[in-house]
């Protein structure tokens, strides 16, 4: 069984296509890269699971995207609790102008949940969880602003856990940090994998190397790849994959 | 030889520069102190008219007077000098017109030349009299006593209640009404606009596609470059008469009327930098949002509302700013009753109104010339205290956003 599978998958911007025929599945409790040099769709892709190009007008998608075999393009699905179960991170930090425990308690207000002891338990359970606790537990009141960059990401991803979705979409979620944040949120990925399905968008050759199970390279809207990421680094079927990873171009 | 060309010429355009920048704040600083000028000049004269004198009997304990006293004995609200502390009993008022009443025009002369002895013997004679006449006409020998008149007062003029700068023997110059109506009617305006601007800024935003906006957003801004004559001459026409009928009232020019059109005229300010205001809140910002599983809703009065706050604020009290300055419309729709309003259906006047109709009427330099400035130096303080708070939220913003 798949957590994740993409049949077919053609995506369009008006009418340039950005996407062509991806076939992938995913399974549950692994961690996915998505690489490919800019431009390549991948954060397309990855933005499709979520329906977050849904905000964008005039795009279209065919094919589909099963994700626990339901068809989340379907007629009828609720497009916001899709969102509760697959939370996502971003690239850039970006934390609500609001008090760290509101950033964090955010998903859970808008879901309906009221329950003050509720909320703060889950809070601290999910802050606790991305290792922040801490160094943030004396200023939960403080805005979110205060907190360094590699700090906010893990909050925002401390966000993004306390709905409890089951898949984690991150789209380059440290490509605007300084390493030592880098391998925080690194090894945070690396803890998540047992809970939650992650699927990551990368730049960084070495990251997609460190944390990925999966890898899949992408070029001009085309899957290019896909196999293991041992597979992918070692043993490339593909001679333009191994021309991408060895750095030949990208 | 080039490069010295070029340097007197670079010299040249910063000089002209600087020049502009001179003159351009010189003359703001100018007109401000033009204002006050004029306006602070109104403290220093007495609410009589000038070359007029006001008289009693000299045996009448009465030494001084206030205007609004001077007033009362006038219009014969206190017709008796008790109410005043005085021992004599009712007033008897002197006007010089009525000197005919008690000398025949030959002890008048043909030239007025016995005026001034008959009013002096009248005051003489007459405990009770109090005579209002000009300064020309008193006598070398005059047997009465003339009354101090106090000097208008800051603290009178803000807080009194009757607006008559053109009463006879004493102008009132109390500016309370005005100031209210125009709270008043700025006041219900923005009560009108704010709901309806942020409504309508919320939906250009954020829910309206790319073709809609396109078309509403300059229509919107248009409303913003109508004259404000015509919103007047639409008021009188459509809203005077339809508030007129459903309320069931004698006139429709009314304190609501104004608040209607300074509420229109007020919206395209608040919508334009609303909507500017929610436009700028990061793309990023809504997506964390909605890949929350908030719906576009929660996003907009959860994120989006809050992220814009102080563009709005702003908005709204330049859209006040607008109102409380605007002077055409209201001045047609308003009624212009200088009294303190009790409801939004009674006529109200504006401080930009009262100057707009009574400047032309006053004589340059006078006393009522003078209170109009002061009227105008009220509302330049008004507005420049609107646009410190709006400078200081969106400083304050700009700190909370770093």
Sequence with gaps: MFKIESKNVDFFYGSSQALKNINIAIKPNTVTALIGPSGCGKSTYLRLFNRMNDLIDNTKITGQILIDGEDIYAKGVNVDSLRKKVGMVFQKPNPFPKTIFENVAYGLRVNGISDKKFIEERVETSIKQVALWEEVKDKLKKSAFELSGGQQQRLCIARALAIQPSVILMDEPTSALDPISTSKVEELIYELKSKYTIVIVTHNMQQAGRVSDTTAFFYMGELIEYDNTKNIFTHPKIERTQNYITGRFG | ?402
């Design chain 2, 1 to 402: 030889m080039k490069t010295f060309y070029k340097k007197f010429l670079e010299k040249f355009i910063e000089g002209l520069l600087m020049l502009s920048g001179t003159v351009t704040t010189l003359t703001v600083v100018l007109i401000v102190f033009f204002l006050f000028k004029e306006g602070i000049g109104v403290f220093n004269k007495k609410p009589v008219e000038e070359g007029y004198v006001i008289a009693v009997n000299n045996k009448n304990p009465i030494n001084k007077l206030s205007s609004e006293q001077i007033k009362n004995i006038y219009d014969q609200k206190i017709t008796n000098w008790k109410i005043l502390g005085a021992p004599t009993d009712s007033i008897i008022l002197f006007r010089l017109e009525d000197v005919s009443n008690y000398y025949s025009d030959a002890e008048i002369g043909e030239n007025f030349e016995g005026l001034p002895i008959c009013i002096s013997l009248l005051t003489d004679s007459l405990p009770n009299i109090i005579a209002f006449f000009p300064e020309k006409y008193i006598d070398k020998n005059f047997k009465g006593k003339q009354l101090e008149i106090d000097k208008v007062k800051l603290s009178e003029f803000l807080t009194g209640k009757e607006w008559f700068p053109t009463a006879q023997p004493a102008a009132q110059l109390g500016v309370m009404p005005l100031i209210l109506g125009t709270l008043w009617v700025s006041l219900g305006a923005i009560l009108l606009a704010l709901p309806l601007g942020l409504a309508a800024s919320v939906y250009m935003s954020e829910i309206a596609n790319e073709k809609i906006r396109r078309i509403m957003k300059p229509l919107i801004e248009l409303l913003a470059g109508i004259p404000s004559v015509v919103y007047g001459f639409f008021g009188l026409v459509i809203i005077v008469p339809l508030i007129q009928t459903t309320f069931d009232l004698p006139v429709g020019e009314t304190g609501l009327a104004g608040s209607i059109i300074l509420g229109i005229m007020a919206l395209p300010t608040i919508i334009t930098i609303s909507e500017d205001a929610m436009r700028n809140t990061p793309r990023a910002m809504k997506e964390a949002s909605l890949a929350l599983g908030a719906s576009k809703w929660q996003t907009i009065y959860k994120v989006v509302i809050p992220y814009s706050i102080s563009g709005i604020t702003a908005g709204a009290i330049l859209g006040i700013g607008r109102a409380i300055g605007e002077t055409m419309a209201v001045l047609m729709v308003t009624g212009n009753a200088a009294v303190i309003p009790h409801s939004i259906l009674e006529p109200v006047r504006t401080i930009p109104a009262t100057i707009a109709a009574e400047l032309g009427e006053a004589p340059n330099g006078g006393l009522h010339f003078q209170a109009l400035f002061a009227l105008g130096c009220i509302l330049f303080l008004i507005t420049l205290f609107i646009n410190l708070t709006v400078e200081f939220i969106s400083n304050r913003n700009k700190y909370n956003k770093h």
